[in-house]
Structure formats: C-alpha cells, structure tokens
C-alpha cells in the first residue's frame, strides 16, 4: 500500500491510500471516462437523446469517477501493526482447551477476530471482503460501502451506454 497523502490515523479524503495493483486502477479511469467520452462523442448526441443525453452520460461517467476514487483510495481497515501490537497477544481457543496466539505469519500482528491478510497487497484487513484489482487494492470494512455505491453508478453508467447504443442502432438521428 501506498500513502499519497495524509497520516495514517486519517481517513479519506484526508488520506488516500493506493495499493500495489495502482496501474489497473488507471486503466479502470480510462475505461470509464474514455468509454462515456467515445459514448457521448459518436453514439449518444446521434440519436433523439441528442444533448440531453449527453449530459446525462457525462455527470453519470463524472459521478462513476467520482465514487471509484473513494472507494479506490479510501484506506481499507488495514491493521497497523504499530498501532495495535500494543494491545498485547490475543488468544484463542482451539480444540481441547489448548490455546494459541492469533498471529498473522505474514505481518506477524496480532489480530483480532474478523481480520483476514491480502496475499496480493501483504496487510491483514478488517473485515476483508475481497482484492480487487480494478481498485487496485483490498475492498474491507472502511470501504466496502463506497465500493458498492461505485458499482451501483458504474451500473447506470453501463445501462444508460447501451441504451444509447440500441437507440443509434436502431434509428439514428442524420445530421
């Protein structure tokens, strides 16, 4: 993971963390903004959509960007080791009453319960839902809700492209 700016005790926007698959997450910008600019530019305005069509596609492509860098640059719910290994060795129960230290061998930090690692970007994360490369980072506990409002605006976005793109198939506007 990659501090852009901020501190560490922060959150978004006053900090902005990017993970290691930084480049996808550039090609997910282009697609997005480059996809609703090819869009607006030779499929929307040449149907009866015509220019409000196009500032619809382009404040659904802005707000599409707009929440992918939230979720892509929110910090995750990464745990800190210098943060946390503070608290001291958690123990857990394993089978017959012996007991065990829940220490991450790859980070070696003590975590508590709900915190997984990312092989792809080497941290242990809260609530770890999954890593993914076109944020170019983990989607976990601190981001998980903008990654779902990313995807639902990355959903109209799409939906509101093809619905252009049938409208100009089917019976397009002669300038």
Request: charged share 15%; aromatic share 10%.
């Amino acid at each position: 993971m990659y501090l852009l700016w901020g501190h560490v005790d922060t959150s978004f926007p006053l900090q902005g963390i990017v993970g290691p698959d930084w480049p996808c997450m550039l090609v997910t910008y282009t697609l997005i903004i480059g996809g609703g600019l090819i869009v607006c530019a030779y499929v929307i305005r040449n149907t009866v959509l015509g220019d409000i069509g196009v500032i619809v596609e382009l404040s659904l492509a802005l707000t599409t960007s707009l929440t992918f860098t939230c979720a892509a640059c929110s910090e995750p719910g990464i745990l800190f080791s210098e943060i946390y290994d503070n608290v001291g060795s958690i123990e857990m129960e394993e089978g017959e009453g012996r007991k065990t230290k829940n220490r991450c061998i790859h980070c070696d930090v003590v975590r508590p319960p709900g915190v997984s690692h990312c092989y792809d970007c080497g941290v242990c994360v809260h609530d770890l839902d999954h890593h993914c490369p076109w944020t170019g980072k983990c989607i976990g506990k601190k981001n998980l809700k903008w990654f779902y409002v990313f995807l639902s605006c990355l959903l109209g976005l799409i939906s509101f492209s093809v619905l252009g793109l049938v409208m100009w198939t089917v019976s397009p506007v002669e300038n």
